[in-house]
């Protein structure tokens, strides 16, 4: 069971606003800084969020994470059909010394 | 550009060790280090360990610290990870991704390898 705790799905259609919420506790997203990943099948992972709210370069604007308290959320505005992907959210654990991932939430575009 | 290459797809029986190599280029090796990571069927990402590209220093994850080793050829710009006494569950993806390290931030893991498969069955 995973430390952190992310929704199994979510989806939308072109051009919606999706948004994937990952709530932990204190001893991760309380008091360490939040990351997201996206995954498609057959694919590496690619990094889409770092320290909270900071795209990388050549990550669309249209995605946006966030954190309040132990939880974090990552939106993604006018939802593309290249979106549809496993998006995961990750962040260090105190009591681990390491990080730990939610268990990853599949968006669909319908 | 950055690179990771990962060697191919395993398949091994119970009780038997793995060993996956990451070769990377396109930055410098020691600036950075590299994390190991794997996602089993059905299952989410789960991190391994890291090891320094520059010292060698390792963290590896608590559950996993009695059977995992990670080693680095600075030569090469390779990174290692052997998994021993195998067991079923470890049938995984395992991924490799450069790892830079800041004591405020953690790991980033910016640039990941393709994954390769490793197949634990009797």
């Known amino acids: 069971q995973s430390m952190l705790t992310q929704p199994p799905s979510a989806s939308g259609t072109p051009g919606q606003r999706v948004t994937i919420s990952c709530s932990g506790s204190?001893?991760?997203?309380?008091?360490?800084?939040v990351f997201w990943y996206q995954h498609l099948p057959g694919t590496a992972p690619k990094l889409l969020i770092h320290t909270n709210n900071k795209r990388p370069s050549g990550v669309p604007d249209r995605f946006s994470g966030s954190k309040s308290g132990t939880s974090a959320s990552l939106s993604i505005n006018g939802l593309r059909s290249e979106d549809e992907a496993s998006y995961y959210c990750a962040a260090w654990e105190d009591s681990l010394r390491g990080p730990v991932f939610g268990g990853g939430t599949k968006v669909t575009v319908l | 550009q950055v690179q990771l290459v990962q060697s191919g797809d395993e398949v091994k029986k119970p009780g038997a060790s793995v060993k996956v190599s990451c070769k990377t280029s396109?930055?410098?090796?020691?600036?950075?280090?590299v994390s190991w990571l794997r996602q089993a069927p059905g299952q989410g990402l789960e991190w391994l360990g890291w090891?320094?590209?520059?010292?060698?220093?390792?963290n590896y994850a608590q559950r996993l610290q009695d059977r995992v080793t990670m080693t680095t050829d600075t030569a090469t710009s390779t990174a290692f990870m052997e998994l021993r006494s195998l067991k079923s569950d470890d049938t995984a993806v395992y991924y490799c991704?450069?790892?830079?390290?800041?004591?405020?931030?953690?790991?980033?893991?910016?640039?990941w390898g393709p994954g390769s498969l490793v197949t634990v069955s009797s």
């Open positions: 991704a450069r790892a830079g390290y800041d004591v405020l931030t953690g790991y980033t893991f910016d640039f």
């Open positions: 090891i320094s590209g520059y010292s060698g220093d390792t």
């Open positions: 396109g930055y410098t090796f020691t600036s950075y280090g």
């Open positions: 204190s001893s991760n997203i309380g008091g360490n800084y």
